[in-house]
């Protein structure tokens, strides 16, 4: 089973990028699929810490996910506040929106880092909610390139099923453009 | 048949949409809310042919519904925490009056401290409503348990509301794949509901008169024949649903890996699901321990538990708290178990107040009875912090 925690803050995506993450395993052919947020009372702006499951068979876990396998930072300033490492086993994946080289960051030795510049691939794209750039479907781009569970064929229909027409198919070129661009440490 | 991905909300609110209600009283509550406007789409959009009310409170909402429900029509409405006990007074009013309602409640803390997350005491506050009461594990459970629920609620041996519940966000809010059934299916097993009785002017009857001390007691004797009835109905109803749509949850319990068991745990909603990854590792450990999944509580299963319990250790996990009593498994099973040959009750509470239950905790909760660490008489509060006293 593969386990995906996704760190974000109210309004970026973090829970409609694991429903689109659990979606394209689906349509991978993958029956045991789960995605779920986790937030407070509080709304935009506020962390939101979002979950996938990805199995063959049926999920019966309901708990959160303690111990992912990939972990996906939409929010850089989230690494000032929250340990996105918790719980990720030694040479486990992070996946980060951020300019930096994956080589930069306090953790890279630990972990396998992949960085893509999902605000900018975002803002090139027009993927602007609210004049906030979404963070989503290229980070997603990212996160299928660093797993065999999903496919990148599969996330781009999913992102179309998602949204219709232009919409839908800028937020699929944004995924496919994270997915060619991203940078890994090792 | 169509695969829905959906959140267990929607959902849910797909199974009722099918069930062809013809009234439902709304009130916003979250986690809840996402039926009611799954509902209210429904309506708006010509998918579902109902009266669709929105009043001004829950209490509101149950008065509706057993109004609608006396006429004799097809009744829906859904709740959570707050909301479900505001509606407290009219819950008795729906039981006592024999009332097929049928409401989801979405399992949320009651406040204050003001919160979201599972705890079940709001469901467990209303035991002596005379309401059945179901708690389900997954999105599809619950889909198939509305169906069901209906079918149940309707039955002339019954005539009992019921009240489906399930947790805040493990189920309310997740996304997770469930089989959608045919229209044509679900109408041949669920048909139109023909009331027993209703309020009806070509043949008048009386409606919440006074009723003397003559006649209560056999009033409340009749309602506990339905609970009975239920009892024997919910498996039979189970296998039928089954045999036309493919899916058995269980009858009143659903049991996992109890064949050879020395140690059972009692669980339920959520956590009976997340207690079967438990199952699995312990076994795979050496240790001979099953799940008993309680699917209803009212009826509360005794005899089940009295054939599971034979010479058995049970490890109940109630997400409930009566204060100055205890969880809802742990004393309903004890005085059911009561002079069972070998059987030892003990008991947890853990996740009180919305707090994640993982199968690590499931699994460090039933070593400690393993290894004989803990006390059949004493209810342990699991994973609990250094408090201040009072």
């Keep these: 089973m593969l386990e995906v925690r996704i760190h974000g803050r109210g309004g970026q995506g973090a829970v409609t990028a ?46 959160r996910v303690y111990h992912p396998d990939i972990v996906v930072v939409l929010d850089r300033q989230t690494l000032e506040s929250i340990d996105v ?40 794209h027009k993927l602007l909610v609210s004049g906030i750039p979404a963070l989503n479907t290229p980070m997603l781009g990212a996160v299928v390139r660093l797993t065999e569970e999903v496919s990148l064929d599969a996330l781009l229909a999913a992102i179309r099923g998602q949204w219709k027409g232009s919409a839908g198919e800028a937020n699929a070129e944004a995924a496919r453009e994270a997915y060619d661009r991203l940078e890994v440490n090792r | 048949m169509t695969l829905m991905f959906d959140v267990g909300n929607k959902v849910a609110a797909k199974a009722v949409q ?47 519904t057993c109004a609608a429900a006396s006429m004799g029509v097809r009744t829906f409405t859904a709740t959570s925490s707050q909301g479900l006990a505001f509606m407290h007074e009219m819950l008795h009013w729906a039981g006592l009056s024999r009332l097929p309602i049928v409401m989801i409640n ?51 041996e019954v005539q009992l509301p019921v009240l489906i519940s399930y947790s805040a966000f493990t189920i309310s809010h997740t996304m997770m794949p469930v089989e959608i059934p045919e229209q044509d299916d ?13 309020l ?72 009976g699901s997340e207690a079967k990854v438990a199952v699995d590792n312990l076994r795979e450990q050496g240790h001979r321990v099953g799940l008993a999944r309680l699917r209803v509580v009212r009826p509360y299963p005794d005899e089940d538990l ?22 809802w498994m742990y004393h309903e099973t004890r005085s059911a178990v009561m002079g069972v040959e070998g059987c030892d009750v003990y008991g947890y509470l853990c996740g009180v107040g919305g707090r994640d239950v993982t199968y690590e905790d499931i699994e460090q909760m039933a070593l400690k009875v393993f290894t004989g660490d803990a006390r059949p008489d004493v209810v342990e509060w699991w994973d609990l912090k250094q408090t201040g006293g009072n």
């Excluded at chain 2, 679900?186 to 209703?198: G, I, S, T």
Aim: hydrophobic share 40%.
């Design chain 2, 186 to 198: 679900v109408d041949a097993f669920l048909p139109p509901f023909k009331p027993y009785w209703r």
């Design chain 2, 106 to 156: 979405v399992n949320r803390t009651l406040g204050p401290g003001w919160s979201l997350w599972p705890d079940e005491t709001d469901s467990m506050a209303q035991r002596d409503t005379g309401w059945i009461q179901f708690f389900v594990s997954s999105a599809q459970e619950a889909f198939d348990t509305v169906i069901l629920a209906f079918r149940l609620a309707e039955h002339h």
């Design chain 2, 200 to 271: 009806d002017w070509r043949n008048p009857v009386t409606f919440g008169n006074v009723l003397s001390d003559e006649y209560h007691m056999e009033k409340r004797y009749t309602m506990h024949l339905g609970m009975e009835a239920a009892k024997r109905l919910i498996p039979d109803l189970g296998r039928e649903y089954e045999q036309r749509f493919g899916r058995y949850h269980g009858g009143l319990i659903e049991e996992y890996r109890t064949d050879d068991a020395d140690y059972v745990l009692l669980a339920m909603a959520s956590v």
């Design chain 2, 18 to 64: 099918m069930c062809k209600p013809e009234v439902i009283a709304a009130y916003p509550i979250t986690p809840q809310t996402v039926i009611v406007e799954e509902l209210a789409r429904f309506v708006e959009n010509g998918e579902l042919d109902a009266e669709y009310l929105c009043v001004e409170s829950e209490h509101s909402v149950m008065a509706a």
């Design chain 1, 18 to 63: 694991a429903n689109l993450l659990a979606a394209a395993a689906l349509r991978d052919g993958k029956s045991g699929v789960q995605a779920f947020p986790h937030f407070g009372g509080e709304r935009r702006g506020a962390p939101v810490t979002s979950f996938v499951r990805i199995s063959a068979d049926d999920v019966r876990l309901r708990s």
């Design chain 1, 85 to 124: 490492t918790a719980g990720l086993a030694e040479g486990g994946t992070i996946v980060l929106n951020s300019r930096k080289q994956p080589t930069e960051f306090e953790f890279s030795d630990r972990y396998r880092v992949a960085v893509v510049d999902a605000a900018g691939i975002s803002i090139a």
């Design chain 2, 306 to 327: 009295r054939r599971i319990g034979r010479k058995r250790k049970l490890i109940a996990l109630d997400r409930n708290i009566s204060v100055g009593s205890g969880g």
